[in-house]
């Protein structure tokens, strides 16, 4: 754990929070929860009851399904990813536990930034969608967005993933561009797509 300064963003009271710099799940299973649900980033002022978010360098290692995420502003390089994994840097907690529930439910985050770009166009509406899960029998993913000050849902069928996928197996190119600990987002996919 790593005692970390920070103010309350009501009050401004000054407090200590501890924050583990990095959660393991083979070695701290109990963690991947905590940090998935965002709990693990939160700590309430001692002084008005303010619940705060911290955002400070982290590393997510998840080594049964290969994967790294770091949280950070900096820019960073591909060096040192072991070879067979998957690595993403992110740049909030909310893309943090966006990237670990597109992972867990067996999706590519390629493809799911895909299908956000496709569901904003036929929303007709330039939102932030996030990736909020799939269930249903057939498979059916959700995304949530803000407007008017609630979350919207929105719906999309399984085939959109799938269409989505065989954009990006005829572009291999999209995907060979993808080195190291790759910043996947919506400004990423812009590159390729307007």
Not at 77 to 99: C, F, H, I, N, W
Not at 130 to 146: K, L, Q, S
Request: charged residues 20%; negative net charge.
């Amino acid at each position: 754990m790593s005692n970390i300064a920070a103010s309350c963003s009501k009050c401004g009271a000054a407090h200590v929070a501890e924050l583990p710099q990095s959660v393991n799940v083979a070695t701290d299973p109990e963690l991947k929860e905590k940090v998935r649900s965002g709990e693990l980033f939160t700590w309430t002022c001692p002084h008005c009851g303010t619940v705060n978010l911290l955002s400070v360098p982290f590393l997510y290692h998840d080594p049964s399904a290969r994967l790294m995420l770091v949280l950070t502003t900096t820019p960073l390089g591909a060096e040192g990813l072991p070879e067979g994994y998957t690595g993403r840097q992110v740049r909030s907690v909310g893309d943090l536990m966006e990237k670990i529930k597109i992972f867990d439910a067996g999706l590519d985050d390629l493809i799911i930034e895909m299908c956000k770009f496709v569901t904003c166009q036929e929303l007709k509406k330039d939102v932030a969608l996030r990736f909020a899960g799939m269930d249903g029998a057939d498979a059916e993913m959700t995304f949530t967005y803000p407007e008017n000050g609630q979350m919207e849902l929105v719906a999309v069928g399984f085939n959109v993933y799938e269409d989505c996928a065989g954009i990006l197996r005829r572009n291999p190119q999209i995907r060979d561009s993808v080195q190291g600990l790759a910043l996947i987002d919506q400004a990423w996919l812009s590159r390729y797509f307007r």
